[in-house]
């Protein structure tokens, strides 16, 4: 089997077809196949990329839009772990407060934007507290899951050795339950780009997701392509950011599974 | 003054609707300073039960237990368990393993490291030290488990089904290495298993349980020479004993 799967492998075969595929699209635009108002060339689509570098639109944009979701994802991270540590932790905060999460779960992030931008304005608060929103449960409910998932065996192997309930927590609940909080914290980091966007969209006067619509509104497709690009980018280098964090933090955990020896 | 006493231990497990089971009744045995003992019987009948009581993993319903002739309250790091599984922390290399104990007690760097390549090479695992547990053999992890348990110099070790899911010759090997810790080390060991050889083999006395709730049926004390090698498996002496211990296990006239 080859483990490294899809992914993994760094050869140059990797790169062909998606190079094909480009050379395609800029000789379709070249050629004058297609309008290209509805699908600009790559060329010309780098070439707006780059005035709007140079002119600091795009940066300006991005930074907006990246200072809104990382600053709601990292709320979300310190109200989600700590929310999920409260719960396992008492059984009597898990009756409070489990209900009440239930509740709020379901109801739809972009349904709430109307209220949110009345109830915080149009600048960042509203979008940070819809990142907030989106991001809080899947952190929320993984680390729950991890938590209570923790082995109870290895709970009794510590207390046994002579760990304290505060030691049981930070050296045996904590690191047992990382690789689950983990997926929950990358599932996250992809719902904070998502919500960012959709919130810009349909309120915002910056960010990307706002030059999206926009170049829209000024039937300028050749840029928003630019702001599609860009949002793909900066999602997989976030993506990739949380898988680099994983392998360093809970790499044990993956070779573990792989061994088939948890 | 014996090590362990327990008096007339019972326990009696709720379950989630509050249905009760009677894991252990009326346990009485007393176990002397350095002794190793042997403790047989049928699936459920208690075992694993009574040795969390030992470690004060789990709190009796009935009866008393004293270690030392002080009543057990709670865990304490001078009983180490060994479990059936080989429940090492996957997150943390032998070594890190090893020095769990020590390091939870507030065991200085330098003095912990001194025990724990101690008891590394005592079970043989140098050269490992640094491995996680997923890239050793059962074998390994189970010598690692061991070496953990040892690391708090325990008075105790409470070794349930140890060896279970190994295979035969590492089996063999690591009960000759567990008999030579035990001398090396002086502890007092509870040794669970299924293997009425296994339990003669290594044991002063072995005890035999009936099945669910758990009393005891009999306590046959092994008199064979130590130290013990492989050869007297095969010596009449040995499977005399065997052929007690196993009339013990399958005396109908004396289940309830
Ligand atoms: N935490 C628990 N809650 C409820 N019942 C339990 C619990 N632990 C054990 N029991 C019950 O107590 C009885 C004795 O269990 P125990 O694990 O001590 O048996 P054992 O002799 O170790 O069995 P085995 O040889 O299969 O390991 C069983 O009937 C079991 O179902
Ligand atoms: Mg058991």
Redesign the pocket.
Known sequence: MNLKGISGRLSAKRYASPAVLIVAWELVGRLGLVDPFFLPAPTRILGSMWSLVLNGELFRHMSVSLYRSLGGYFLALVLGLGFGVLICWSRRAEDILDPVFELLRPVSTLGLVPLVIIWFGIGNGSKIAIVLKACFFPILLNTVAGIKGVNLKLIHAARSLGASEYQIWTKVIFPAALPVIFTGMRISTAISMMSIVGVEMLAADSGLGFMIVDAQRLFDTTRMFVGIITLSVLGFCMDYAARMLQKRFVGWHADSLAAGKI | MALIDARKVGKV?A?RNGEP?A?LEDFTLEVEANEFVGIV?P???????FLMLVAGLETLTSGELFLEDQPVEGPDPRHAIVFQEFLLFPWRTVRQNVEFGPEVRGVSREKRRQIVDGYISLVGLEGFEDRYPHELSGGMRQKAAIARALANEPRVLLMD?PFASLDALTRETLQQELLRIWQQTEATVLF?T?SISEAVFLSDRVVVMGP?P?KIRGVARIGLPRPRKREILTSPEFMGYERHIRELVWDESQRN
């Open positions: 497990y379950n089971t894991a019987g699936s459920g009948c208690g075992k694993t039960t089904e669970v299924h669910r758990g």
